[in-house]
Structures are given as structure tokens and as C-alpha cells.
């Protein structure tokens, strides 16, 4: 059973920002590297059809390189910064953002061009916002749903962006998307136990990172199942209560903050071909294609 989260100002925030869509001229999509299909919101791609549209691949260095790469190929948008780092603050990049931003918006004259910022939450828009403005205007945080309402942020030179909060939609229909959303955190930590997304992390870590688990927590043999994997790092890191038992809840816990940080290695959670897997099982009307990220 998947994981649903969809707060009340979620609802709303989705609301007021296609109530607000008419005015935009340019929409700026932040994805998550480590999960491009399941951080893509298909709300967003319905609405944005008939706009420019600049989607950046934020978080790229947490990622698997060379899956990143076979992402970059799969994302068929000419408009599209195919990928950036998670430093959002270097000169090149966001020189690269500006410049697309006028470009996509040099037939207005004499009128600011409005750019809605958009992305799941805790993806980094806000550190993106704060990065083009070249001072701190917007709150960041590793928590999710710290952005509440929509704010606009006058770059002073034709550019007014638009801050809005992290949204998800209403139903993850790929069970597994959302438990990937869980363990790069943007679903909040109270809507789900650690163990429940560390169980998922860990079986997709075991067939497809064992070298950067064994790497991490030094097993002398690597463990057959999920729940041998957590019991190890609860051994390993003193996550023990009365009598000795493993508390796996201290043990997940570790291990998804240190998935999270990319102190286990780059590792993405998702490829094209997975997802083109996972998709055969869903009604056709719900299915992103993931040659276009929705």
C-alpha cells in the first residue's frame, strides 16, 4: 500500500496556483535527480502544456551519475535545462537560468516577465529563489512544507519570480513513487515510520548498491534480506534497547538520513526502464510517459 500525503494548504496552494496561471509567462519546474519520474507532479505538466516551461533536474550530484545521464536522453523538452547540481549558487548556473528566462519571454516589452517557481516539496525551490536573487529572500530547510503561501521576489531586471509551496497531488498512483518520495524526503517523516521507507530503500540499495552498503557499514558478509540489512546497522550503530533488541525504528532511521545526505554514495532510486516496468501496471489514463517527465 502506497503512502499518501496532501495536507489542507497543499489543496490550496494547487488551487491559487492555477487561479494564478494566466498571468504566468514562464513556469520553472524543479525535479528531483534522484527520482525524475516520481518528483515530476502531473498536475503541474497538466497545466503547464500551454506555457514555456524550464525544467532543472535539481539534486544531481545525490544522484548516480550515469543514471542521471540516461535521465538527460529521456527528457525530450528543447526548453529544458537538462540538469544542474544541487549548487545552485555558482555564477554559470544561474547565469544559464536567467538567460533562458529571457530568452523564452523576449517578445514582452515594456511589462515584467512573471517566472511561477514550482516542485514537490523540500526539491529546493526555495534555494533556487534565493540563488537568482543573489540574497536570502526565501526560507529553506530539510524539512518539507516549510514554504506556506505563494511570495513574489522582484529580480529588478524584467524578472518577478513567483515562490510557491511544495506540492504534492492527491494520489501517488505508483505505489512505489511514493515510497521513493518518502526516502528522498518530501513526504513528511509523520506521515509514514522510517522503517516502512527503510524496508523499501533497502531492498532496492541490496540488488542495486550492495558494494556502497558494504562500503558504508563495513559488513564482513552482505545480508540477504531488508530486514537482515536494518537489523545490521542497528547492531552496528548501538540502536539497542532492554535485552539487546535491535529498536529497527533508530536503525531505518539512520539509514534513510544517511541515503538523504548521500553519505551512503550517489545513488538514484529510479531508472527509465524500472519506471517503463512499473507504468504496465497502471491504467493507461494515469500513465506519465517518461520521454517527456509527463
Known sequence: ?????????????????????????????????????????????????????????????LADPKITAVWRKNINDTKCVKTLSCDLGTKEQISQIMNLCSSLSANKIGQPTLVLVVGIPNVGKSTLINALAGRRVASTGDEPAVTK???????????????????????????????????????????????????????????????????RFIFSEMPLTESDLLDHIGIKRGCLGVGGRIDRERAATIFINE??????????????ELIDKESLHLKPSLTKITGALG
Open 1 to 61: 500500500m502506497g503512502i499518501h500525503w496532501y495536507p489542507g494548504h497543499m489543496y490550496k496552494a494547487t488551487k491559487a496556483m492555477i487561479e494564478l496561471l494566466p498571468q504566468v509567462d514562464i513556469i520553472i519546474e524543479l525535479i528531483d535527480a534522484r527520482i525524475p519520474y516520481s518528483s515530476s507532479n502531473p498536475v503541474i505538466a497538466k497545466i503547464a502544456k500551454e506555457k514555456a516551461c524550464i525544467r532543472i533536474l535539481n539534486k544531481a550530484d
Open 149 to 215: 503561501g505563494q511570495q513574489r521576489v522582484n529580480l529588478r531586471n524584467g524578472i518577478i519570480l513567483i515562490d510557491t509551496p511544495g506540492i504534492l497531488w492527491g494520489k501517488v498512483e505508483n505505489e512505489s513513487s511514493s515510497f521513493r518520495l518518502a526516502a528522498t524526503g518530501a513526504i513528511k517523516n509523520t506521515a509514514v515510520t522510517y522503517e516502512e521507507v527503510g524496508i523499501f530503500a533497502a531492498r532496492y540499495l541490496l540488488d542495486n548498491y550492495p558494494k556502497y552498503l558494504k562500503r
Open 259 to 272: 541515503l538523504r545526505s548521500g553519505a551512503i554514495g550517489k545513488i538514484s532510486l529510479e531508472t527509465p
